[in-house]
């Protein structure tokens, strides 16, 4: 059985790789514990003797916050907060992020600044170990005093509410506190804020996004490398001097793969008819770079995110401090969320345009692909395909993060709406899978038309791999099937990139 101990190392995006797909069980180190426990009795203790109201452990919430609460009612307060918050709505959040919230928000409760009780963290755990999965819905959050509303939908079968999904059946709350034996966690003062309060809904769905996009982006490289091939695409574009006297660094490193992916290619080296290529092959550097930067700046971001304490008040034990502030704020991921929407839309615009060039009928492909068009369509509706689902990415791409709605009677007069960009990003990002799928269908097909001549030994191999979903289109017959196959391909395939030693989270 493989363990992660939850300590002070850095939480990276390789680990959090390497404890999804090896079914990783999480549990606290001795150290984490110690500091869980040190505040928790920090806290105790500071509020046997408090007199003076300290925001959300002794009072209301939000617009509420001058409204003192006794002693005697702060748990109650506590639940009551949970309850009252879980207000979501709308489709369910895939179980894959909620399972990702879960480990995110005991990674920020473990740093010792949020004044739960260890059951509380350790409950937590127990879930994502026997997978338990909260329902939690995609709508009711605003991004700013955290993520409420999802975060109360994932707290409340702590309590024995709500539901939950267990081995494929959902189920309440109440009955999987039961089959484990489990007592409800009683809240104690603070707990339920802290609970509520933080970003580990926008969290998980970046490092979701992130997860996926590394691969994604190169594979758009890749396919982008067998288009240009089978288009009769020149490679003058992608000399190293081009680059270097405009040196981003995304397009230096897409310059530098395509040719890489290319070499060894008879056609990409054969005399050429043409002086210029189209923007979406002879770009392809600037367009993708200008994507492979954005997407590490979103990888900074949410990799201190996930690193960070974001729930509210925080507690300073050693320096006796209870400070009130605003870490639960998204603006950061609600920029960094549309940043990433727009890059991802951006590989998947440039892709469709270069599959509407492969089926143009130029440079002595055939019309749509197929040796007898007219009597067959080919690859004419593919494209069509492709180009509503760029067109949706567009309308998605319109910023969450430049909206802000005031709430709770003008406390909370701004907001990120980062949890909107996250749903969105999601969807961009599923997206931009089928484009480049819908890309690769019909770059495959164009290289089939240049035989005998051949492209490089890796496109060559990588072809191959993908003849084995999908076959030579010789006459019209039902698409929709191949395209699902050619995502299916995508997400199934180990891509390994020649003559780089390529981390996985490295563009």
């Known amino acids: 059985m493989h363990i992660h101990y939850i300590d002070n190392n850095i939480l990276s995006f390789e680990t959090i790789d390497e404890i999804i797909k090896n079914h990783y069980t999480i549990q606290l180190s001795e150290d984490a514990k110690k500091r869980i426990v040190k505040c928790r009795t920090y806290l105790d203790n500071k509020m046997k003797s408090q007199t003076e109201p300290i925001y959300g452990i002794n009072t209301g919430f939000g617009s509420l916050c001058d409204h003192v609460i006794s002693n005697e009612d702060l748990s109650a307060l506590q639940k009551n907060l949970v309850m009252s918050h879980a207000c979501g ?17 005991a990674q920020s409760l473990s740093y010792g600044h949020s004044g739960v009780q260890l059951i509380t963290v350790e409950r937590l755990l127990d879930f994502y170990n026997h997978d338990i999965i909260p329902v939690v819905y995609q709508q ?16 409340l079968p702590l309590l024995g509410l709500g539901e939950v999904y267990y081995k494929g059946r959902k189920m309440n709350a109440d009955a999987i506190l039961n089959k484990f034996k489990w007592k409800p966690v009683e809240l104690q003062s603070k707990e339920g804020l802290a609970l509520l309060n933080g970003t580990q809904f926008m969290s998980a769905y970046g490092v979701y996004c992130c997860l996926k996009v590394f691969k994604l982006s190169r594979l758009a490289d890749v396919i982008g490398a067998l288009s240009l091939d089978a288009f009769d695409g020149r490679i003058e574009p992608f000399h190293e001097l081009i680059q270097l006297i405009r040196p981003h660094k995304g397009q230096i490193k897409t310059a530098r793969r395509i040719n890489n992916l290319l070499e060894g290619s008879e056609l990409i080296h054969r005399s050429k008819a043409h002086v210029q290529d189209p923007y979406s092959f002879r770009c392809i550097p600037q367009v993708h770079g200008a994507s492979k930067d954005s997407i590490n700046y979103v990888s900074y971001v949410f990799k201190n995110e996930i690193n960070s304490v974001t729930d509210n008040p925080t507690i300073f034990p050693d320096e006796d401090l209870i400070i009130s502030a605003g870490n639960f704020h998204g603006q950061p991921l609600a920029l960094a969320l549309d940043n990433l929407a ?10 469709e345009r270069r599959t509407y060039q492969l089926i143009s009928g130029k440079r002595d492909l055939p019309h749509f692909l197929v040796s007898h068009p007219g009597l067959n369509s ?39 709406m980062g949890a909107n960009a996250a749903t969105k990003c999601f969807k961009v990002m599923e997206n931009l899978e089928k484009i480049i799928a819908i890309e690769l269908f019909n770059a495959a097909q164009a290289l089939e038309f240049r035989r005998p001549t051949r492209t490089s030994p890796y496109l060559e191999n990588f072809v191959a791999a993908y003849r084995k979903y999908v076959k030579f289109i010789e006459d019209d017959e039902v698409m929709y099937t191949n395209i699902a196959k050619s995502i299916n391909f995508l997400k199934d395939y180990k891509l390994e990139i020649p003559y780089e030693d390529v981390k996985m989270f490295q563009l």
């Open 378 to 416: 080919g690859f004419m509706i593919p494209q069509y395909t492709s180009a509503s689902i760029v067109s949706q990415n567009k309308q998605l791409c319109t910023p969450s993060s430049v909206d802000s709605i005031e709430s709770s009677q003008g406390q909370e007069d701004h907001v990120s």
């Open 342 to 351: 727009i890059a991802l839309a951006e590989l998947g615009n440039i892709s």
């Open 140 to 155: 009711g959050s605003l991004g700013a005093s955290g993520d409420l509303s999802p975060l109360a939908h994932m707290s």
């Open 89 to 105: 709505t709308g489709d369910e959040v895939p179980q894959e992020i909620v399972k990702l919230m879960l480990l995110l928000k």
